[in-house]
């Protein structure tokens, strides 16, 4: 049986991830959305990993509070460990028969402790507190506890709104202070840009010479971004790639072993499992790494771990799309030439369903645009569309067909350039560069030259063929590599069935 290439729990969904790494084990404790009607409240679950490959479920980690409970659903937070070795839990509470002065649903910080390895947790409901004066009491989520050791105390960092201001600019990071873990105060807001509805998940750590603010921008973008600064009191310099992904991939958060730093978030489901579908709150697991430029920006790009796990090479021959040119091609280089024009080889067969792809550009000069065709038809008419557009700065997703409003040709979804959504700004000079793609069912991961990311769902075509094309320009594709998974064998029973699960069960 095939493993996943992304975690997803059985019958439900990822929602927020508060990654927590001790010991060499990322512990990836998220919110667990099981959409069903009516609403339970809503706990943390836990899967763990070592490898960024293999992900145990290890199922409930944090229950959801009683109907009346002012935790009936347990929202984000996040965790540390005080200098005795015990662990706290910081966290969101609601009860959306609960309400605050302006009759929306209380949000409350609320804390829990372990002192058996994360394992069992104490609630502590004497130290719940809610927005003090000046903030909106529905809106007070996301708790982030760090240590400030210059300053010989700890923070909260919290997604919160202003009461005053325009409606959808109040959004700000405010901030609390604490010797203890127990008692907070307020301290003046720690990020207060009034320029979005809310900063959700907020999350800041220290790289070399730089700190770093991230949050995710629950605004109209739905976004993930970050922040720079020498100084962790700012100010916050804004990079020019200032996200980590694009529509699809939201609330990520990160864990650093070893000097390296992943980031952790979801893949957002469609309503109705349709390309058309709204997107919906909580999805599937995907991890990206972050890497440290020069400069201090950060690049956002696979796992060396996830990549390097498909091993099995696939064989992959293409044909030309134009009639007029039917030669097959085989291996690399492979010239696309269109000046003024379109070209387009197709592989002669069918994708695999879970796959790591590789494919290298060397873009001309004045090339409008190339890229690749996922699940494409045989003549590369209809299918997904990876696309590269290095006069205009960016890659997107796209799609053929397109929604029809009627039968005419011109009744047709022609004037949206991509899937709305899902553009990533990015810089394509002359020269090579490397697009890789991670697909799994529904799920694709792509990434261009190690830097940026876009992920997004494949639902409407789930078969069809890899292309590659150039459009108004020229590319020469001299590197274009397929590879799958190649599953252990599994371990012999020596004694008998079900030995090895009678032993693992007692250990």
């Not at 339970?40 to 763990?48: A, R």
């Not at 207060?192 to 109209?220: A, K, N």
């Not at 150039?470 to 799958?484: H, K, L, P, S």
Request: glycine share 10%.
């Amino acid at each position: 049986m095939r493993h996943a290439v992304f975690f997803q729990p059985a019958g439900a969904w990822v929602g927020d991830v508060i990654p927590w790494q001790e010991d060499g084990v990322f512990h990836l404790f998220y919110l667990h959305e099981q959409r069903r009607s009516p609403k339970p409240g809503t706990p943390w679950h836990l899967v763990t990993t070592r490898d960024l490959v293999h992900f145990d479920d290890e199922g409930l980690a944090f229950a959801a509070g009683e109907a009346d409970a002012s935790d009936f659903n347990a929202y984000t937070g996040s965790i540390v460990r005080d200098s005795t070795g015990a662990h706290h839990l910081f966290y969101t509470g609601q009860n959306p028969r609960r309400l605050g002065d302006d009759g929306l649903p209380l949000q409350l910080v609320m804390h829990a402790t372990s002192t058996d390895g994360m394992t069992t947790w104490q609630r502590h409901p004497e130290h719940t507190f809610g927005a003090p004066d000046g903030y909106e009491s529905a809106d007070w989520r996301d708790p982030f506890v760090f240590r400030d050791d210059e300053a010989g105390l700890w923070r909260m960092l919290i997604a919160a709104r202003h009461v005053d201001g325009p409606e959808r600019r109040r959004g700000v990071i405010a901030q609390c202070v604490s010797r203890d873990l127990a008692t907070w105060e307020p301290a003046e807001p720690f990020w207060d840009p009034r320029r979005y509805i809310t900063h959700e998940c907020p999350e800041v750590f220290q790289w070399g010479d730089w700190w770093y603010l991230v949050s995710s921008e629950f605004s109209e973008s739905f976004t993930t971004r970050y922040r720079m600064s020498r100084s962790l009191h700012g100010p916050w310099q804004v990079p020019t790639h200032d996200s980590i992904d694009g529509r699809a991939y939201y609330a990520a958060k990160s864990a650093e072993r070893d000097g390296r730093r992943f980031f952790f978030g979801w893949i957002a489901s469609r309503d109705g499992g349709r390309d058309d579908g709204a997107w919906r709150w909580a999805g599937t697991l995907s991890v990206l790494e972050a890497r440290q430029n020069a400069d201090g920006t950060l690049a956002f790009g696979f796992p060396a771990e996830s990549t390097g796990s498909f091993t099995a090479d696939e064989a992959v021959a293409f044909d030309s799309a134009d009639s007029a040119e039917p030669a097959p091609v085989v291996g690399a280089p492979i010239p696309l030439r269109a000046p003024d024009g379109y070209r387009a080889v197709v592989s002669r067969d069918d994708l695999p369903d879970a796959f790591h792809a590789a494919v290298t550009f060397d873009i001309a000069p004045g090339t409008t645009e190339c890229g690749i065709l996922l699940r494409a038809s045989a003549d590369g008419d209809e299918g997904y569309i990876l696309r590269l557009e290095p006069k205009r700065g960016r890659m997107v997703f796209d799609r053929w067909p397109r929604p029809r409003t009627g039968d005419g040709q011109w009744e047709v979804s022609g004037d949206v350039p991509y899937v709305i959504e899902l553009e990533r700004s990015c810089d394509l000079p002359p020269g090579r560069h490397t697009v890789e793609l991670i697909v799994d069912g529904d799920l694709c991961v792509a990434n261009l030259d190690g830097s940026v990311s876009l992920s997004t769902r494949l639902y409407d075509r789930p078969t069809g063929r890899l292309g590659l094309f150039v459009g108004e320009g020229a590319a020469i594709v001299n590197g274009c590599r397929v590879r799958t998974r190649r599953e252990p064998e599994p371990v012999a029973d020596p004694v008998g069935s079900g030995a090895l699960a009678a032993a693992s069960a007692t250990t």
